[in-house]
Structure formats: structure tokens, C-alpha cells
């Protein structure tokens, strides 16, 4: 019997309303009810309202509901046309008081992908004004769940007329069971806590000419904007998340995988703890699907079913490193692996990669660029039917993400004890990399092009992912110097100037475009995101004054200018104007990049690599109270001084209990600067040896101290 402990069931025995009783566990009295329908009387409604569309059979003593099948656009097979999202209504003159009519509960059975839905009700006084609040519930759930609605969470006065209930917001396929609904009272609902990321005392203090702390500040005050952490779960995440757009500017209140991930390698710096519960949330969501595919945002309608669609996969695969790398919770580090894993094989399945050619298909946001989606005609005799579809081309931007994720499941694997899968991913990477070199280099245009793999053929649109083979050293060092040419070339990708443009100023799909958000704006305006990917690689092949150069005029660019993009004339921001990605990637440029600084709690190894531009060569710049991730508080105070060309000096100072560990200072290879002094002393120091991880790259390693004054000198001048 389901309703055998029912709390409503019992309380149906009395015949009063403000009747009270104790909870199932027996521990409180918890609330009246006022109004209650049980549905109890075959084919009875009760006076509810429910569309045809959804079924509404009361058999059994339950409402059942059916979502209908949506169907395909035409235009696009892989969507679905938005289905209408149908509500059930109760009958009018519900008549009890706002002062009473706190909650509506409800115990439903939900054998549907839908995480969320709403009630909506209106007044006997004011009966053309609905008031509106969320509602969550657990998907495909085998048992029966007691959802509670907040009818107290939004002012309203007057007497209840009329409730009305969409039961999810994806309205694709399922099956949901009401019992009873019931209006109540009930106890207000607990404050929600918002993690914290932009307290004075948690944001590093900066010095760096041209840049203001105002500036730096404003950066984690735009993401602290954007945290949604009230009415959870939101679309199925449990747990506080960043949104696109602060204060849910452009795209509300939702979560968007790409945009999530893209913020922790900043906010690993404030609020490691915070970046770690985004993780776990999509731990969670990953597992309502059964291939492994994680969804790019909440709304998703292929929620809980196989998939041929995600996001550009490198934003959850460094994320999900970062915070496996500073946890110290072993258990979560193998939950992450395995989440990655996943992820990753589904990306290898004949669903996303080819099998004759060795390549990875992407669609939509899988890839950036796409400017064949607005005109295919130009690209195949078949129009239309062309490259629109899952399945038909491999991007460059995309398959060196599965590299990437190859190399990140790898090097996991290694650190968990698994060689087996190590060996695997390794091969795996090596296979897409052989690839990539393969089909999608055009010896002739001497760049890298995305592969209809459909036709056999390069897609001839010059993009700026043709430098994201920089990453890992893809491209053969034969071929390095040949795109640096076609990067550093102020009429191909504005360098110099606003870098870099999306795609080629040179390409017929150039355009600036402004305004509001549009696909077009993939097509020649600047980003951070495709800005930092660039950066990464040329760090990664040792080209490590250009990385400076194209890092500084990142930062320099965006400063104070957290647009969703930004036109490349000008560097006027469009789009969302405080978008959360942009000032997260800012963060990441001066922290990462500028001052070179990243943590492994796993390795207990703090790394220092300043990327100093040309500009900054004769100056001074410092961050201090840094907070160390997976620390206790730790703090460090870094400062680079360059004020004399001859020499330069770095001051490490670390607050806090020291923890065991080494230190790896970094210089370019090429550097004419030796160590020439270590805390005052001029002999016994250690020597600078090339790094084991690092392209062209020279590496001082020392143990952790609490101050460390470094100075480097020209190799042949004076020890002073």
C-alpha cells in the first residue's frame, strides 16, 4: 500500500482543518492542512483541470500524467522542436487566506528526466495576477517523493483562488504520478548560503602598472553576480553554480556547462571549496545520463536519454583537473577520474568519432567557429543536406580538446596506479594527433582546417583554432614556425592591434559584428576564451615571449571591460556586458599567465613561471595575499621586480603553516640570466636545469621556505 505512512493520508482521518500532527520519524509537529485533493475515486478529478496533452487519467488512486513525444524540426534534425509546457489546474474558490496558505505539497512519483517545474496561483481579489515559484524533484525515481512548493517565498495578500501546475520544464517524455496535493502551512524556508568569492579579504591584492585593484576587483564582483544559489536544485544541479551573465543577464538563471567550468581555474584562487561542489554538481547531472555525455546547459531536452551533442569538452576536462589537483579528498579525486573517463570514451565512441578517418565531430557548441552554418551552399553540391548535422565535420578546436582529455585521463591514471588506462589514452591521444597532422593540415594554405568527413574534405575557413595544435605540441615542429607567421600577421588576426579575431580578417565570413549576443559574433569578434586556449599552446611549444605578449594584451583588452566579446577595432565590448567567462579568464591571465602561479596539492608543488611582456620589462609587479588551494589559509606574496635589464628579482613570502613541498621557479630557456643570488648568499646555490614538463623552459627547484629573495643575472656579469 503507498499511502500506508502517508503523513496526508492519516491526516485525512480528521475532519477540522489547522490540524497539526508529527512527522513520519515522530521528532516535531510540522504544519496544518487547509485544502487537500486525494484523488482516491476512480476517474474522479476532483475539479482539476488537466490537459489532454498530458493524459490525466486518475487510476488507482493517483493522477497519471504522460508527457507527449516532441517532435524533430525539420530545418535541424537534431533538435526538437520547444514543446508546449501544459499545466493542470485546480478548481477555482480555493478560499483559504495568504496567512494560512504557506506551502502546497505534493507526493508524486516521477518516472521522467524533469528536475524542475512550477506553481503558479492567483487570488479571489485579484484574480487576472498569477504569482509564479519553482519547484524540484529527484528524476527517474523509483520511490515515491514528497515535493514541497513555497507559496511564502514571493509576497502576496488576499485569498486563494486558483493554483495552477506545470510539473517540468523540459515537457520531452516520461511518466509522473500524483497522489495527493495539499495546501498547507509550514515553517518559511531556510535561508540559502551564497559562497563567497569577491570579499576584500579573499581577493589578492595586485600591483601592475596600468591595472588597478578597482580593476581586479570588479572581475570577481561580476562572478559573484552570476552565482545561483536560491531555489535549488536548478535544472537538475544540486549545488550553487555560476551562470553566464551576472545577475542573470542574456541567458537567466541556468546553468551552462561551458561557462561553469571556464570560471573555476580563477575561482580555485578565492573559493576552492565552491569550485569543488560545481564539480560534484556535475557529477550529478553526468549520471542521470547513460552514456557517459554530460548536457551543455540545464534545459537540455535530451536529459536522461543518449545523446549526440555536449559542449567543447576541454572546459570540464581542465576544470575537473584543477580540482582534482588541489583536493584533499582521495575519494572525490577517483569520483572525478572516472566522471572524466566517461566523458571522454563517450566522445570516442562511432557516436562522435569517425572511424575512417580518426576524427571527432562536433556540432554547435562543441566548436567555435562555425560560419559554414549560414551559408553551406558554399561548401558542397548537396546545400543544404551539407555540413549542419552531427556526425559530418571534425573541428580543429575540438579534437585537440579530446587530446587534451586523452592526456589529462592519462596522466591521472598514472597518479591512481591504473598503467593499463594510462597506456590506452596515451595511444588514443597519439591516434587523434596523427590525425589532426594528417587531414587537417593543408600543406598548400600552410594551416590547420576543420575535415568534412562526409565529403573527404578540408572546410575552407580560416579560423583562429588553427593554433590550438600549439596545445601539447601537436603540430610538428617543422610547422611552428609557419603558423606564428600567419598568428603574429596584424591582417590575418589583428595581432597588435585587438587580438585575436575569430576568424581571418582575409575570410569571406569575416564580420565585426555588435550588439546584442548572435552566431555571428563567433565570426571575427575577439573572445578571452579563444585567447587563452592560444596562449596555453604557445606556452606549451616554449614560444614563451609571444605567450607574454598575447597574455598581456588579453588582460589589457578586457580590463575592466567583462564583455560577453569585444569588436576588434576599437575592443568595445558587446554581448552580456558583465559575462562571467571573460572576467574569470582575466583572473586566470593575471594570476596563471602574468605571474606564472600554480599549485598541485597532489604533487605539493607550487610553481612560479612569470610570463613578463615587453612592457613590464623595467617594472615592478606584486600579488599578495594569494590564497594557495587545499591549503589552510596559506598565502602567497609574490613579487617580480624588472627594473634593471641586467638582472631581475623574485620574493616569494608564504603566510601560514608551511606545508611540506618544493618550489619550481621557471625562466625561458633562452634566458641569459643565471641564479646569482638565493637569500643573500652568492655560493651553494642550485642550478637552473632544464624542466622535465615544460618546452624550452629551465627550472630552479627548491624546497618550500617561508621567504626566498632570488636574484637572476646576466651569465657574465656582476654577482651584485
Known sequence: MKRKFSLLFILLLF???????????????????YKIWHFHQNDSSEGWHFPEELGGV??????????????????????????????????????????????????????????????????????????????????????????ECHLDQVHWEGHLNQIKIKPGLLGMRGDIYIDWIAITGGHPRPSSVKPVVNAPELVPIIEIPGITQADFQMAFDVLNDAIIYENLPVNGFKYPVVSPGASGEGYGSNWWLLDAMLTIPALKWVNPAFCENMVRGVLDVQSQNPDGHIDHYGSTRYRGAPSDVSVLPRCYFEAGNHVAMATTDSGFQEEIYHSLKSYLDWWLTPVKRNEKFGLVTGYHEETFSWPYWRDRESFSEKGKEQINFPGEVAQVDLNVSVVMGCEIVADWALKLGRQDEAEKYKTLSHDIQKAINQYMWNEEKEAYYS???????????????????FRYGIVPPSRIEKLVEKLTNPELFNWGNIPLTTIAKTDPFYVEWTGDYAQQAWDGDVWSMRNMVVIDGLKDIGKNKLAAELNWKTIQIFNANYAEFLEPEKGEGFGVKRYCWTAAQYIQAIVQNLFGIEYSRYEKRLFIFPHIPEELQEQVISIRRLRIPGSNDLRLNLTVDCTLSEKMDIKIEIDGDLPDGRISVMLPENTTKTLKRMNGKTTGLPALKGAENKKNCKELDIPVQKEIVLTFGEKNGDNE
Open 451 to 469: 575535415f568534412d568527413v562526409k565529403g573527404g574534405k578540408q572546410v575552407q575557413s580560416l579560423i583562429s583554432y588553427t593554433f590550438d595544435v
Open 15 to 33: 475532519s477540522c482543518v489547522d490540524v497539526y500532527c508529527s512527522s513520519r520519524t515522530g521528532d516535531t509537529l510540522v504544519f496544518p492542512i
Open 58 to 147: 486518475v487510476h488507482g488512486g493517483a493522477v497519471w500524467l504522460s508527457f507527449p513525444r516532441p517532435r524533430m524540426m525539420q530545418e535541424n534534425r537534431l533538435s526538437l522542436k520547444n514543446p508546449e509546457l501544459y499545466s493542470i489546474a485546480s478548481p477555482g474558490s480555493i478560499g483559504v487566506p495568504s496567512a494560512k496558505a504557506q506551502k502546497l505539497r505534493m507526493r508524486i512519483l516521477n518516472l521522467s528526466p524533469e528536475t524542475n517545474g512550477e506553481l503558479s496561483w492567483n487570488t479571489r481579489e485579484r484574480p487576472d495576477v498569477f504569482f509564479t515559484v519553482p519547484f524540484s524533484v529527484e528524476p527517474y525515481s523509483a520511490n515515491w517523493q514528497e515535493v
